[in-house]
Each structure stands twice: as structure tokens, then as C-alpha cells.
């Protein structure tokens, strides 16, 4: 039987809400009360569609996270949509597998900690916002890359992609933290896309195409 763990404790609220999305949920909820005070009738009710969509945009669910040893969780909720062999990239040395993964706008977008280990640095890149199903997005969009090195001494790196609408990273995470599987960590506001950087002798468990749940879908084991 696998054996699961929480890696947050679990929320004490029946609709869990990432911080991120309280001023905006606020703000939203705010301009329907008026709207509705003022009897615009019509505008209070685009007002209220738009605040329970951000609110559903905004969801954080607690997740139960696989606890056997060297499994690698996905970070994003999303479709894989491309697994690759890369060579010397600027987020893996020498060669290593990369697995994508595209969030649409209907995705939860908390993201989470692939492995449990040591952030080895963070890094940051202000870039341009192209689609983010879009091969160039990985090195051209804005993104932050996280590199984690667990106890054993395998090195894997996530880096969270900017798309087209999305226009903010967040990351909660600083050089040295030590880090869990299936970890809150940050997220990307309106649609993007993570990357994992793997050992190039990881097997992966998913194919392209397959829809995965952070800190609850195994992308594969760490040989």
C-alpha cells in the first residue's frame, strides 16, 4: 500500500485561498458590494461572476503528498507537455531531462517542492512574456529558477515560467532553506508553466500529454 504524508498542515477552512489572491478577492468583492448598493444591477452581477472567479483562480487545496523514498512530485497542476533530453543548460550542468508542464487559467497555480533536500540558489530572470506553451518561453520569459540538492547529493532544478497573461512569480523560498516534498512554495498568477530539470538517467512515470496534481502526481523516481 503507498504510504502518503502532508507536507503543509492542512488548511482549517473548507475553501483554502493562497494569500496572494486576498487583495484582489477583496478589492473584487468590494466594487460588487458597491455596484449593488448603487442597484447596477447588471454591473454587480459581472462584478460578483468576476470575484468568484478569482477566488476559484486563487484556490490552494491541501494535498497528501507520496512518501516513498526518491519520489519526485510534480510541482504544478497542468498537462506534461514535453519531456526532453537537454544538454549543459542554464538550469541542469552536463546532461539532464527536462519535464515540462503548462498550467491553463482553470489550474490551481500554487506551486510545490518536487524533492525534498537543500535550495542550493534562486534565481531570477525580469524577461519578455510569450506564450508559455512555446518552446522559447523556457529561456526568453520571465522566470525563477529554484536549484534544490538533496541529501544524497542529486541536484534538480524547478523553474517557474511567465506566460502571456501571467505578469507575477512568486516565490517564498531563499538560499540554504531546507525544503520538503510537496511543499508550498510560491506560484504564477494567470497561466504559465514549470519546468523540472532532472538527472538524465530519471525514468519518468508520465508521458506527455498526462495530467498531473503538484505534491500528488510522481513524475518518477530519483535512481
Not at 29 to 56: D, E, K, P, R
Request: aromatic letters at 10%.
Amino acid at each position: 500500500m503507498s504510504k502518503f504524508t502532508w507536507s503543509d498542515l492542512p488548511s482549517q477552512v473548507a475553501f483554502p485561498v493562497a494569500r496572494a489572491g486576498y487583495p484582489l478577492i477583496f478589492a473584487s468583492a468590494f466594487v460588487t458590494a458597491v455596484l449593488a448598493l448603487l442597484q447596477l444591477t447588471t454591473g454587480a452581477l459581472i462584478a460578483l461572476i468576476i470575484t468568484l472567479f478569482i477566488s476559484y483562480f486563487f484556490r490552494d487545496p491541501d494535498r497528501i503528498v507520496p512518501s516513498h523514498e526518491g519520489a519526485v512530485v510534480s510541482p504544478a497542476d497542468g498537462k506534461v507537455v514535453k519531456i526532453e533530453t537537454v544538454e549543459n543548460s542554464s538550469f541542469f550542468e552536463g546532461a539532464g531531462l527536462k519535464i515540462s508542464i503548462f498550467m491553463s487559467v482553470f489550474n490551481v497555480h500554487v506551486n510545490r517542492i518536487p524533492h525534498e533536500g537543500k535550495v542550493r540558489k534562486v534565481s531570477y530572470y525580469p524577461g519578455k512574456f510569450f506564450s508559455a506553451n512555446l518552446d522559447k518561453a523556457s529561456q526568453e520569459n520571465e522566470h525563477n529558477a529554484v536549484f534544490i540538492e538533496t541529501e544524497e547529493g542529486k541536484r534538480l532544478c524547478v523553474v517557474q515560467i511567465a506566460g502571456l497573461i501571467a505578469r507575477r512569480i512568486i516565490c517564498r523560498l531563499q538560499e540554504g532553506d531546507r525544503v520538503d516534498r510537496g511543499q508550498r512554495y510560491g506560484m504564477i498568477c494567470f497561466g504559465s508553466r514549470l519546468d523540472v530539470y532532472l538527472p538524465a538517467d530519471f525514468k519518468p512515470n508520465v508521458t506527455e500529454g498526462d495530467r498531473v496534481k503538484a505534491g500528488t502526481s510522481v513524475l518518477g523516481d530519483l535512481p
